[in-house]
């Protein structure tokens, strides 16, 4: 795809599932590859796998994304060492799921905070760095659920709602800068995230989904590179639904 080659991809949450598959995709096009997770390990195997298989630089850098000051010095030194931050895709997250009736207030604030903080975290960073380009591509990791709501997910729901909303106003505010924000709201995707569903819990969601099928991370991977090219240049503020005609 179009101007993605020898840009520089920061992508949150990669060290497997979805992230990773985003990693892969952007490398294949030619961008220079930031893999991040809480748990990074900053030699992982997958430098060199990837840098051999693409020819891409590759680097790897654990953060936390609920910390502003981790993601901010992420950010600072891709800036550093490889001179400009062009794509940012703010994915990483994970699930805490219950009824209301049994939530934990401090299992709402976690997703909360890794999902909705943790993309905050990263368009408020990157902002500075981009709005001086004059250029750059932010894509923020939703999910139908945070459109259409789901019993026992109201803090990963709220959190995806507001990362919708966040994408909307953050794309309001840099679209004068040539920055483009985007935000994409998957179904149900096969990553560990989704083998963790009870089978029956899975069997009836299979059942809502008009494709008979969940997702491959790759079929998320190249909307984010679609999102993340030239040829996206006019889309700014929209969420992109990839869910196999549930919604
Ligand atoms: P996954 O396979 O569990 O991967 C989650 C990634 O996020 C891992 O790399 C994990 O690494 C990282 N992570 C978790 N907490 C982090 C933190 N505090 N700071 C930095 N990295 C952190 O999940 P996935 O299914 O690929 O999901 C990726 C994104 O897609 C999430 O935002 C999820 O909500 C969204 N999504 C998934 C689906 C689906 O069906 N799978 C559908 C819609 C939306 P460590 O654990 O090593 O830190």
């Given amino acids: 795809m179009k101007g993605i080659a020898g840009k520089n991809a920061i992508i949150t949450g990669s060290s497997r599932g979805i992230g990773l598959a985003v990693a892969e995709r952007l490398a294949a096009e030619g961008a220079n590859i930031v893999l991040n997770s809480n748990v990074m390990e900053v030699d992982t195997p997958l430098i060199v796998e990837l840098s051999e298989k693409y020819g891409v630089k590759v680097q790897a850098i654990q953060a936390d994304v609920t910390s502003y000051e981790a993601v901010e010095k992420m950010i600072n030194k891709v800036k550093e060492d490889w001179g400009s931050v062009d794509i940012l895709v703010n994915n990483a997250g994970i699930t805490k799921d219950n009824l209301i009736l049994r ?4 299992d709402f604030d976690i997703i909360v905070d890794i999902h909705l903080k943790g993309v905050f975290n990263g368009v408020k960073a990157v902002y500075p760095l981009m709005m001086k380009q004059r250029s750059g591509k ?20 709220a959190a995806k709602a507001g990362i919708i909303a966040l994408t909307k106003s953050a ?15 998957p179904g149900f995707i096969q990553t560990a995230m989704t083998d963790a569903i009870p089978e029956n819990e899975k069997a009836k969601i299979l059942a809502s989904i008009p494709m008979k099928r969940m997702a491959q991370t790759s079929e998320v991977a190249s909307v ?12 700014n503020g929209q969420t992109i ?6 919604l």
């Fill in 138 to 157: 932010i894509i923020n990791m939703a999910s139908v659920i945070g459109i259409m709501g789901n019993a026992g997910q109201a803090n990963y729901a």
């Fill in 103 to 106: 939530m934990s207030p401090e």
């Fill in 171 to 185: 794309a309001k505010e840099l679209a004068g800068r040539g920055v483009n924000v985007n935000a994409i709201a």
């Fill in 224 to 235: 984010i590179a679609f999102l993340a090219s030239d040829e996206a240049s006019y889309i």
């Fill in 241 to 246: 639904v990839i869910d196999g005609g549930m």
